[in-house]
T-cell receptor, first 114, second 114 residues
Framework: DAGVIQSPRHEVTEMGQEVTLRCKPI?????LFWYRQTMMRGLELLIY????????DSGMPEDRFSAKMPNASFSTLKIQPSEPRDSAVYFC????????????FGPGTRLTVT | DQQVKQNSPSLSVQEGRISILNCDYT??????FLWYKKYPAEGPTFLIS?????DKNEDGRFTVFLNKSAKHLSLHIVPSQPGDSAVYFC?????????????FGKGTKLSVIP
């Protein structure tokens, strides 16, 4: 398996623009997670899907952030409008939960908002 | 309030010696613990885990020790190799149906000096 695939790997955009990050989880996994990594806060869980259904979005920082999972093989994280403080590395991870707690991460998208 | 703490941001070890990475947690409900390794520009990779019913788990050069009374776990790497140079994250979860969230520490950067 190719592992978790994320695109783009790097995104540079101007404040106010819409940003869409994409993720393809590992085939057969039923859980998908979006994380954000910053120096100050480390790895934070933004949202969790199980069987394509959002289960917990309490980590989504504001209404500017939204996530969808239209099918088992694709998810998007959208920021509209983007702000400089959204600059971070965004990771997607997938797992087969339950029973496994091990999550498998993609390579991340480094977002820079100027 | 950080529930998982890695108090050493960095650690340098000579090749061939033992590396010991430490992690403390505050939530007594945590019963499953994981270590992830992260290379630059890549996502975290699952390394080893331990359930709270054990106090030790070994996988090749990697051993994780759990001290529940002290709410402390450690990762031992013996012998350390230059390829082990990476950031190591400790993570914890409350296992069981409906539990999915991994809480991560901020990481320890390990440098193995040839």
């Amino acid at each position: 398996d190719a592992g978790v695939i994320q695109s783009p790997r790097h995104e540079v955009t101007e404040m106010g623009q819409e940003v869409t990050l994409r993720c393809k989880p590992i085939s057969g996994h039923n859980s998908l997670f979006w994380y954000r990594q910053t120096m100050m806060r480390g790895l934070e869980l933004l949202i969790y899907f199980n069987n394509n259904v959002p289960i917990d979005d309490s980590g989504m920082p504001e209404d500017r952030f939204s996530a969808k999972m239209p099918n088992a093989s694709f998810s998007t994280l959208k920021i509209q409008p983007s702000e400089p403080r959204d600059s971070a590395v965004y990771f997607c991870a997938s797992s087969f939960f339950p029973p496994l707690d091990e999550q498998y991460f993609g390579p991340g998208t480094r977002l820079t908002v100027t | 309030d950080q529930q998982v703490k890695q108090n050493s941001p960095s650690l340098s070890v000579q090749e061939g010696r033992i590396s010991i990475l430490n992690c403390d947690y505050t939530n007594s409900m945590f019963d499953y613990f994981l270590w992830y390794k992260k290379y630059p520009a890549e996502g975290p990779t699952f390394l080893i885990s331990i359930s709270s019913i054990k106090d030790k788990n070994e996988d090749g050069r990697f051993t994780v020790f759990l001290n529940k009374s002290a709410k402390h776990l450690s990762l031992h790497i013996v012998p350390s190799q230059p390829g082990d140079s990476a950031v190591y994250f400790c993570a914890a979860s409350v296992s069981g149906a409906g539990s999915y969230q991994l809480t991560f520490g901020k990481g320890t950067k390990l440098s193995v000096i040839p």
